[in-house]
């Protein structure tokens, strides 16, 4: 669940009254709050940036609104997972400073610190600007009370017909324990007072927005909306006839929902599926409480979930903005959202409507094709990838990894369809993906049935690569065709992250691929590849030697320079190979979408060092790793950020790019991110983040607008001969 322990350095970085900041050493001293930052406080850092879009008034309503939700979403997960492993280092005695010079107990205080702000300002955004703003435009979200009484009777008889049949109130007394309250789920706490006993107890009604819409039309068809459990706190009489309602509030609990499958698993599925029926009843690491709730309701929850005042926040408006989504998704409000945006068909890929699709084994055979999600197409190139491949009598293999893929994915019907026509087919399905554990496990057990060979990777490790490989029988051999990306194969979050593709023939990559699964489905231990990194046993030392090679470099010289996109920058070796090479004077841009443990600005060891973040319409989800040494270039994408758990203890893969258009397009889409000034933040030497705007007479850039817009153009270019 969290990650291993730092290991203790040789040397430590000790800074002198003479040199504060010397030369760097062998290695460096990580746990020194000077040297870098905390990493739990960089995600939060990260989640602020989601708040700030939310806030900014240059976007549309209902995409604020979005943002609003995903910083929720967000932080729920943030919850679940990490500040739990912070609880579980705190009860195993853990004391020991780490990354930012914090302890795990240090850390919750912090993170609190922290939080607890902006959920205040989530709620404040929300509930005021948000809501007035968009109650101009005809969305309106009213109280009870501000309903025209016309329509009161209507509302108590959907409540009577609809909500009072799914629910169950649950209290607290003789024989009647405190009632188990599931993960994430909304909750109204009451009090109620038996008028002929004058005795009082605690009762708990789960608000039903699984079952029913949280925002509940005044008017059918309509846009005015009053909260569910507004509806049902004005009906508690119905559930408790003959009593008295002193009082009533809502809460909701968040849950460890992590989980460890032991490396002596002999059934890997079958451990996986034991962990997730544990996942439900996790510790409380978190109580959400509305902001006015009475002390004496406040005092029976802290009681009764054990939880510490330090776990208690504070949301004065709604709780639970997951739920925003349901009025961001209403049909319609063209004027409230940003203008949509279809992909396109990538050029090489695209064909005059006249001759049907393209051959896309003839279009790879013609040259590496990358493609980059969402500004093209993920169903005209890796869906159909797979789907040509699948009805080619030709093709003999299909293998696939699967880590994240949608329900409607027709990649995983696929692989079935294609053992149905006699092909060999192999998946590798991740179990241990977080949260879509289930998903995978019914994905897994239909192509089993089906008679796809499935894999369910290593107990020890999860498999993060992305990779499909065809091999297809072609003259008097075979050739394989791959496709290597930086995202999962789910076709919903190829429209929302941004993500490459590399497709491509080339001998060596198609080999080093075909190696690669035949280690994760056989038994052995691989001694090396041709061209790609595949972690946990050479991608680490392999990235390290490129920087290393940067030094190199400048000191007999030559040009070096290094750009990284990535989504986290956590590794220690990482960070103290880059700061060596900003302290040989190799300049190093760094653009980490979330998390960032390197300080930058040090004098004399990381002053050569920007990092910046782009936070926008997409999730910059792409890796892209650029190494500049004298005349070399080395260009390579794939699935692995550099954290630890990436580099140290998943399979991963990243492959170098050597097509010449293909490294252009990928240098081209790195410097846009390093050039954008109006959706980026840089990162400063002491933790915060400055939003960056264009200088007076400079031109506003923005990465995603740009790449848009370059997409329209490339859809109008293909349009034309149809229209012509």
Known sequence: MNEPPMTDLDERFTPTADDPFPAPRESLDLADAELAFNREVSWVDFNDRVLQLAEDAAHPPLERLKFAAIFTSNLDEFFMIRVAGLHDQVEAGIIEKRRGGLNPDETIDLLRACIQPQIERQAHLVGGELRTVLAERGIRLVRLDDVPAEHLPQLRERFRRQVLPVLTPLAVGLGRPFPYISNLALSLAVLVRDPQTDVTVFARVKVPKEM??????????????????????ENLGDLFPGMEIIDHGLFRVT??????????????????????????????????????????????????LRVEDRQVYRVPGLLDLNDLWQIVRLPGHADLRDEPFHPVTAPQLAAPSAEGESDIFAAIRAGDILVH?????????????????????????????????????????????????????????????????????????????????????????????????????????????????????????????????????????????????????????????????????????????????????????KHAHIKLKMNALVHPRVIEALYRASAAGVPVDLNVRGI?????????????????????????????????????????????????????????????????????????????????????????????????????????????????????????????????
């Not at 490396?263 to 996942?279: F, G, I, M, T, W």
Request: hydrophobic share 40%; net charge negative; with cysteine.
């Open 373 to 557: 999600h969402p500004y093209e197409s993920f169903g005209t190139s890796v869906e159909r990838f797979i789907a040509q491949a699948v009805e080619d009598p030709d093709v003999l293999a299909v293998k696939q990894t699967v880590y994240r893929t949608s329900d409607d994915s027709p990649l995983v019907p696929a692989l079935i369809r294609a053992t149905e026509q006699g092909k060999q087919a192999v998946c590798l399905v991740e179990l241990k993906a977080r949260f879509d554990e289930q998903a995978n496990i019914t994905w897994a057990r239909k192509l089993e049935e089906a008679g796809v060979h499935v894999v369910y990777g290593l107990p020890s490790m999860k498999t993060h690569a992305k990779c499909l490989l065809v091999v297809r029988r072609e003259g008097d051999g075979v050739r394989r065709y791959v496709h290597i990306g930086t995202g999962n194969y789910h076709s919903t979050t190829a429209r929302l992250y941004t993500d490459f593709g590399l497709f491509t023939c080339d001998e060596r990559l198609g080999a080093d691929v075909a190696d690669m699964f035949n280690f994760l489905t056989g038994y052995g231990r691989p001694e090396g590849y041709r061209e790609v990194l595949v972690a946990p046993t050479f991608m680490l030392d392999g990235l390290i030697e490129r920087i290393e090679r940067t030094i190199a470099a400048r000191e007999a010289g």
């Open 212 to 233: 029913l819409p949280r925002f509940v039309p005044v008017v059918d068809g309509e846009t005015t909306f009053v909260l569910l459990e507004d509806l049902i706190a």
């Open 596 to 724: 960032c443990c390197l300080v930058p600005g040090i004098p004399g060891l990381s002053e050569n060092i920007r990092v910046c973040s782009i936070v926008g319409r997409f999730l910059e989800h792409s890796r892209i790793y650029e190494f500049e040494y004298g005349d070399d270039v080395d260009v390579l994408i794939g699935s692995a950020d550099l954290m630890p758990r990436n580099l140290d203890n998943r399979v991963e893969l990243i492959t170098p790019v050597s097509d010449p258009a293909c490294r252009e397009r990928l240098v081209d889409t790195l410097h846009r991110c390093l050039a954008d000034n109006t959706s980026s933040w840089d990162l400063q030497r002491d933790g915060t983040w400055l939003r960056n705007e264009p200088a007076p007479g400079e031109e506003p850039r923005n990465v995603q607008h740009e790449l848009i817009a370059l997409a329209r153009l490339e859809a109008e270019a293909q349009a034309q001969p149809s229209a012509s």
């Open 255 to 304: 849950r460890d929902a992590d989980f460890d499958v032991s490396d002596e698993a002999d059934d890997l599925l079958e451990a996986v599926q034991a962990e997730l029926r544990r996942r439900p009843f996790g510790e409380v690491v978190r109580l959400e409480i509305q902001d006015d709730l009475s002390p004496q309701i406040r005092a029976e929850l802290v009681s009764a």
